[in-house]
């Protein structure tokens, strides 16, 4: 099994343009995430899904956008990016909303925007 | 709402030291707690768990206890290795919720 695979990997954008980040899970999982990483802040979640065609607002969700319209995939969208959106961006996804369900975690995809 | 503290470090170790890194938190209810590993370059992953109070997860010579009368979960290992080197969260969840990390502690073990 691949578990949970991100793409792209790195990327490097310009302030104001636009990308789109993909999240895969092969483990029919229903709950999927959307978190940011930052030096000192530990993980902050920007978006959640709870089944396929449903999505909600984590933490910090400005800035972004999201569509869950595969079970299996979720993606994460910017639609003008800003220097302070540079950061390590992680996908999850879980088979029920807390208690002892684990997440699994992608490899992250790493963002600079200048 | 929840919240998990952790010594955020970085802590340096020798290697064969004993490592402990601190975790309490506040929630309402009986949530669950895990530890998780980055390893550099990579997501995180499971390093263990428990689920109610007193139980101890272990996992590759890790070990934490769920202590509900000190809100702690305090992680530990008697021997460090070089590659044990990571950042450790600490993080909890209580059932319907989503997670809730604490900021990270990097362990460096130097042979």
């Known amino acids: 099994n691949a578990g949970v695979t991100q793409t792209p990997k790195f990327r490097v954008l310009k302030t104001g343009q636009s990308m789109t980040l993909l999240c895969a899970q092969d483990?029919?999982?229903?709950?999927m995430y959307w978190y940011r990483q930052d030096p000192g802040m530990g993980l902050r979640l920007i978006h959640y899904?709870?089944?396929?065609?449903?999505?909600a607002k984590g933490e910090v969700p400005d800035g972004y956008n999201v569509s869950r319209l595969k079970k299996q995939n979720f993606l994460l969208g910017l639609e003008s990016a800003a220097p302070s959106q540079t950061s390590v961006y992680f996908c999850?996804?879980?088979?029920?909303?807390?208690?002892?369900?684990?997440?699994?975690f992608g490899p992250g995809t790493r963002l600079t925007v200048t | 709402g929840n919240s998990v503290t952790q010594m955020e470090g970085p802590v340096t170790l020798s290697e064969e030291a004993f490592l402990t890194i601190n975790c309490t938190y506040t929630?309402?209810?009986?949530?669950?707690l895990f530890w998780y590993v980055q390893y550099p370059g990579e997501g995180l992953q499971l390093l263990l768990k428990?689920?109610?109070?007193?139980d101890k997860g272990s996992n590759k010579g890790f070990e934490a206890t769920y202590r509900k009368e000190t809100t702690s979960f305090h992680l530990e290992k008697g021997s460090v290795q070089v590659s044990d080197s990571a950042v450790y969260f600490c993080?909890?969840?209580?059932?319907?919720?989503?997670?809730?990390f604490g900021p990270g502690t990097r362990l460096s073990v130097l042979p």
């Open positions: 993080a909890l969840s209580s059932r319907g919720q989503n997670f809730v």
């Open positions: 483990m029919n999982h229903e709950y």
């Open positions: 929630a309402t209810g009986y949530p669950s």
């Open positions: 999850a996804s879980s088979s029920q909303a807390g208690g002892f369900y684990e997440q699994y």
């Open positions: 899904s709870v089944g396929e065609g449903t999505t």
């Open positions: 428990a689920t109610k109070a007193d």
